[in-house]
């Protein structure tokens, strides 16, 4: 395959977080990043086999945008309270990094024409959005102040890696190996619907699936039938409490065997269609799609939902169903899980903060000398 054509765009290094101006290459499973004004020697090559995970991707793709433009004197007015831009800030004098924040507040004064043009003399309050400075209000002049602009279309080169990149997940999702977990006690009490009545004492190794963005409403006795409906697969299906404050519920799906793993595992990757529910929210699975050995009832006693499927005594259900690419369904669903896919992203990242803040707190005072 040869090289498409060279992109410029901006991207968010992995490791300092800020922003650089790159020309970005595609070929074969690679993507070359340059970094414009450094060496050659800073070049990043990224595979496509790096990625564990849909959501890994997702988190990739977002570290390339269009580049931002200067915000020019003339221009001030369109900063305005609560924009998102990206900054400049000097970490020593003369090394300059870029990273996004948002404006806070401006300071308003006169523009000046002493040179004859027009010269900006408005403070902008930024509040950093990442970084070292993540959460800190700052003052800054209009020359270190740059417009996000927005993603009218992906970029070609991205887009192409990013293909590659979804196979070889989808790939790894086939033939990934279960891990071993152990359920603490109880375990099973935190799940809802569960007919105690079904299980016995025997314990079996089980495959597991995790689900969120499930409708609140929705049972598991649904989940299960859609299933069986759709791959003929017969499975164990739970729906996890939620707060009253969450949007959406998690659920779980228990497989009996290897085979069943791989054929539903197929099934969600599929490209063609995005499981959503009648009122149109799409499943996500979960992070890494968890398969891992749980003990469980064994395959022997099975639930009376899963009963009833082998029996063949089961109805059509219209709360879950499939919706097809090049639909107006699918482009909404699509959108949809992107959307949940940035939101678990930003709580991952308040997650860590927390935890760093919490560090901070709990950390005990150097002793005294």
Same mark, same amino acid.
């Given at each position: 395959?040869?090289?498409?054509?060279?992109?410029?765009?901006?991207?968010?290094?992995?490791?300092?977080?800020?922003?650089?101006?790159?020309? $970005?290459?595609?070929?074969?499973? !690679?993507?070359? %990043?340059?970094?414009?004004?450094?060496?050659?020697?800073?070049?990043?090559?990224?595979?496509?086999? !790096?990625?564990?995970?849909?959501?890994?991707?997702?988190?990739?793709?977002?570290?390339?945008?269009? %580049?931002? %433009?200067?915000?020019?004197?003339?221009?001030?007015?369109?900063?305005?309270?609560?924009?998102?831009?990206?900054?400049?800030?000097?970490?020593?004098?003369?090394? #300059?990094?870029?990273?996004?924040?948002?404006?806070?507040?401006?300071?308003?004064?006169?523009?000046?024409?002493? /040179?004859?043009?027009?010269?900006?003399?408005?403070?902008? $309050?930024?509040?950093?959005?990442?970084?070292?400075?993540?959460?800190?209000?700052?003052?800054?002049?209009?020359?270190?102040?740059?417009? %996000?602009?927005? =993603?009218? /279309?992906?970029? !070609?080169?991205?887009?192409?890696?990013?293909?590659?990149?979804?196979?070889?997940?989808?790939?790894?999702?086939?033939?990934?190996?279960?891990?071993?977990?152990?359920?603490?006690?109880?375990? *099973?009490?935190?799940?809802?619907?569960?007919?105690?009545?079904?299980?016995?004492?025997?314990?079996?190794?089980?495959?597991?699936?995790?689900?969120?963005?499930?409708? =609140?409403?929705?049972?598991?006795?649904?989940?299960?039938?859609?299933?069986?409906?759709?791959?003929?697969?017969?499975?164990?299906?739970?729906?996890?409490?939620?707060?009253?404050?969450?949007?959406?519920?998690?659920? *779980?799906? $228990?497989?009996?065997?290897?085979?069943?793993?791989?054929?539903?595992?197929?099934?969600?990757?599929?490209?063609?269609?995005?499981?959503?529910?009648?009122?149109?929210?799409?499943?996500?699975? *979960? !992070?890494?799609?968890?398969?891992?050995?749980?003990? *469980?009832?064994?395959?022997?006693?099975?639930?009376?939902?899963?009963? =009833? #499927?082998?029996?063949?005594?089961?109805?059509?259900?219209?709360?879950?169903?499939?919706?097809?690419?090049?639909?107006?369904?699918?482009?909404?669903? =699509?959108?949809?899980?992107?959307?949940?896919?940035?939101?678990?992203?930003?709580?991952?990242?308040?997650? /860590?903060?927390?935890?760093?803040?919490?560090?901070?707190?709990?950390?005990?005072?150097?002793?005294? $000398?």
């Amino acid at each position: 395959m040869s090289a498409a054509a060279e992109s410029e765009l901006e991207f968010r290094a992995e490791g300092d977080d800020a922003w650089y101006s790159v020309l $970005v290459a595609a070929q074969g499973e !690679r993507l070359t %990043v340059k970094y414009v004004g450094f060496s050659d020697n800073l070049d990043e090559v990224f595979e496509a086999s !790096r990625f564990e995970s849909f959501e890994e991707l997702k988190e990739f793709e977002g570290r390339f945008r269009p %580049v931002s %433009v200067q915000l020019q004197d003339e221009e001030c007015s369109k900063a305005v309270e609560g924009l998102p831009v990206c900054a400049s800030h000097s970490f020593n004098g003369f090394d #300059l990094r870029f990273y996004d924040a948002v404006i806070e507040h401006v300071i308003t004064e006169r523009h000046s024409r002493a /040179k004859g043009e027009e010269e900006c003399l408005c403070t902008f $309050v930024l509040v950093w959005q990442h970084g070292p400075g993540a959460g800190i209000m700052m003052e800054k002049k209009i020359e270190n102040i740059c417009l %996000v602009q927005s =993603k009218e /279309k992906p970029d !070609r080169n991205v887009a192409l890696f990013l293909e590659r990149a979804k196979e070889k997940i989808g790939k790894k999702c086939a033939k990934r190996s279960v891990s071993q977990i152990h359920p603490s006690e109880g375990w *099973a009490e935190d799940i809802n619907e569960i007919d105690r009545q079904d299980a016995d004492l025997g314990r079996a190794d089980n495959y597991l699936i995790l689900i969120e963005n499930l409708e =609140k409403d929705l049972s598991p006795s649904t989940i299960t039938e859609f299933i069986h409906q759709q791959t003929s697969i017969v499975s164990q299906s739970y729906v996890f409490a939620s707060s009253s404050k969450e949007l959406y519920a998690r659920g *779980a799906i $228990v497989l009996n065997t290897d085979k069943d793993l791989q054929v539903l595992c197929k099934f969600f990757n599929n490209p063609g269609h995005i499981i959503i529910s009648s009122r149109g929210r799409p499943w996500v699975v *979960a !992070r890494n799609i968890l398969w891992r050995d749980i003990s *469980a009832p064994t395959g022997t006693c099975l639930l009376k939902s899963q009963k =009833k #499927l082998q029996n063949g005594n089961t109805g059509i259900s219209h709360e879950l169903k499939l919706a097809y690419s090049g639909t107006e369904e699918f482009k909404k669903a =699509k959108l949809l899980r992107d959307l949940h896919a940035e939101f678990t992203f930003h709580l991952e990242r308040l997650h /860590k903060r927390l935890a760093t803040e919490e560090k901070k707190i709990l950390q005990p005072p150097p002793a005294s $000398v």
